[in-house]
Nanobody, 127 residues
Framework: QVQLVESGGGLVQAGGSLRLSCAASGRTFSSYVMGWFRQAPGKEREFVAAINWGGGRGFADSVKGRFTVSRDNSKNTVYLQMNNLKPDDTAVYYC?????????????????????WGQGTQVTVSS
């Protein structure tokens, strides 16, 4: 069982930055693909970014060049650095985890493939 707790959300002006953190319980954190998803009101949950145990990364086209994802396995924590934020980035951001079985990186973007989810943290970007 893995428990995930996100932090770092808040209100920021367009063009600003935020860093989200996701702290995970469990001794096998390094064996998991860690994903970030977001959900805006009235919209479906969408993929933002993911990182596997080896540091391989994937990003949604909408955030490429603006967001980065990293992990510190010694702290069981994954980070989402968000720069040049836009009002369209406003959403609840969720951290998710799935065992890294070597599946194609294509599957990192599929929320149904993740086994564990955090409670979410609100990010609001004002124009």
């Amino acid at each position: 069982q893995v428990q995930l707790v996100e932090s770092g959300g808040g209100l920021v002006q367009a063009g600003g930055s935020l860093r989200l953190s996701c702290a995970a319980s469990g001794r096998t954190f390094s064996s998991y693909v860690m994903g970030w998803f977001r959900q805006a009101p009235g919209k479906e949950r969408e993929f933002v970014a993911a990182i596997n145990w080896g540091g391989g990364r994937g990003f949604a086209d909408s955030v490429k060049g603006r967001f980065t994802v990293s992990r510190d396995n010694s702290k069981n924590t994954v980070y989402l650095q968000m720069n040049n934020l836009k009002p369209d980035d406003t959403a609840v951001y969720y951290c998710a985890a799935r065992f890294d079985d070597g599946s194609s990186a294509f599957t990192w973007a599929l929320p149904g493939k993740y086994d564990y989810w955090g409670q979410g943290t609100q990010v609001t970007v004002s124009s």
